[in-house]
């Protein structure tokens, strides 16, 4: 996989075998909670320049379908696109991690995580900065998940307080997360950040991109950033493991199960209608099974599918509607 | 409902009875066809400006979830989507019929069918025009079916030679249902007009929206227009009803209903990302339960899903990527 990043700077390789490591860690440990299914490696190389190794589960005991991908690509961005970044150029280096499990039992959350690192400018590192983050979306909402999500999330920004603010990123989370349409979140939200690093040129981005306190009062030094970003990579497991291990055996009732495929439409509607990774990847060209590998295998809409005051699809939706400071 | 479209021209008021008498005729027949199950009427008020008369079905032995909703609306556009349209100014009125019906049965195609009349300008009925069209979306393909559904639509055109062309009309039905990501169709087509009547202004929306011989060569007499839309609208039924019908009583097998379930995911993805309606609906503050109607009870998404070579699955998978001429 290594050859993906070649040519990229040293940092920008550093970056990629990071993420590769990462994916190790992460589908090892998913497997072994699973029991049943393990990952299975689809590698693609991108004929512009680059590729990537996307790894997926399915059928599961516990996870029904999830996807972990890593990838490493460049080449030239397109006009209109290079406009919307920091820096000035075109060409480009991009290197990520990326995954969406949706577990079987209507118990255990959703989970998101990502955290990237882009190179542009026609030197390359020229400009670059890291992005990331990660969202838990629960059907059925359990306040010590949360909680431990969100405390896992502060403990990995609090040990880099010249680089992340928990507060802002919980902020940004929330804000990006935002099902416009249906007044509500796609879930009880975690961190959201982007551009780190990228120094001035990146405030009207941070501005436009709508959100939390950004990084114009952090420190840009790259080398703090992804010192951030590794412990927030590291993160996931421990934000995410022990919820998903604690809810795995509670199967859920058919009527838990149905609440769980009609709030999976939210999850859809989001990702296509406004997740900016998705659908920039759809409108140029991406690798479409890496971009959507985020969607779940059953769905359900119904219509006009309002849940019933004092229930506990109506405290769900509550929460989704007005977010909680979940550390108090 | 009629005071949905008080204050607009005397031909807008006369096209949303139309629609609305048009909604009585199909409601009627598709629930009788259906033999279980009815529609529910959801009327509604746009704070804005006029309201709407959704229908409903769910549930049905036949129709596994459909709409057919009627709405006349007026008001302000906002600028930017002014700009969009042809004529000057941002009054506007607006009042159609759309309609989709999801099948329970993988042999039973989905179907979607819209007209639509529109004014714009300062002055109500400055410039109006006409759209609309309908499209079939098979799991399974007959070709019988897509022959008599393009037949049809072919003789709605031909009784009005100097409004309409089948020929340009399924080429622009062709190109507007393409789910670019994907390289191929959300269905076998049909028909698919706009600007109707628009004159002039309309050609290079026409050009911009990609597609078909445009009206520029077409009469652009309003009154033709509408004549021709009367006769398009009361063509469904005809396009539809024979082919339902004589595909109910195939159930289908688990593993076509799994390829049912997997190819309406396409379906939700060219709605939620490329279709205009669906698309300016959400972003503008529209009925949110009368445009999502549109989309299936159950779907579902798998990684990496290709038809294997040879099978049923790939022939209509070949006819989505390549269009064919169904009257020979």
Request: charge should be neutral; proline fraction near 5%; hydrophobic fraction near 35%.
């Amino acid at each position: 996989m290594h050859q993906h990043s070649e040519g990229a700077s040293e940092r920008g390789r550093t970056a990629h075998q990071f993420f590769l490591d990462l994916q190790d860690r992460i589908t090892d440990a998913l497997a072994t909670l699973d029991g049943r299914s393990s990952f299975r490696s689809d590698p693609w190389d991108r004929p512009e320049g680059g590729g990537g190794r996307t790894r997926i589960i399915e059928d599961g005991a516990v996870f029904e379908k999830g996807g972990v991908a890593v990838s490493a690509v460049h080449g030239e961005l397109s006009e209109a696109f290079a406009k919307e970044l920091p820096g000035p150029g075109r060409r480009f280096f991009a290197t990520g991690i990326s995954l969406v499990i949706h577990p079987r039992s209507p118990h255990v959350p959703t989970v998101h995580a990502n955290f990237r690192y882009l190179e542009k400018g026609d030197a390359l590192g020229q400009i670059a900065w890291f992005g990331g983050g990660a969202d838990l979306t629960p059907w059925i909402l359990y306040e010590e998940d949360a909680v431990h999500f969100h405390q896992t999330w502060k403990r990995a920004c609090d040990l880099h307080p010249e680089v992340a603010d928990y507060r802002a990123y919980k902020k940004w989370c929330d804000e990006y997360f935002m099902i416009q349409h249906r007044h509500e979140r796609r879930g009880i939200g975690g961190i959201f950040f982007d551009y780190l690093g990228a120094g001035e040129g990146a405030k009207a981005m941070v501005t436009r991109s709508g959100g939390g306190q950004g990084p114009e009062s952090r420190s840009q030094d790259l080398s703090k950033v992804f010192a951030f970003v590794k412990d927030a990579g590291g993160a996931f497991l421990e934000a995410y493991l022990p919820v998903a291990d604690r809810r795995k055996n509670t199967p859920g009732t058919p009527e838990e199960r149905d609440w769980q495929l009609r709030r999976r439409s939210r999850y859809v509607e989001f990702n296509l209608v406004y997740d900016r990774g998705t659908i920039f990847g759809l409108k140029t060209n991406g690798r479409i099974e890496s971009i959507l590998m985020s969607l779940p295998n059953m769905v359900s809409w119904k219509y006009d599918d309002q849940p019933q005051p004092g229930t506990y699809q109506e405290r769900l939706v509550q929460v989704l509607k007005t977010p909680r400071d979940w550390l108090g």
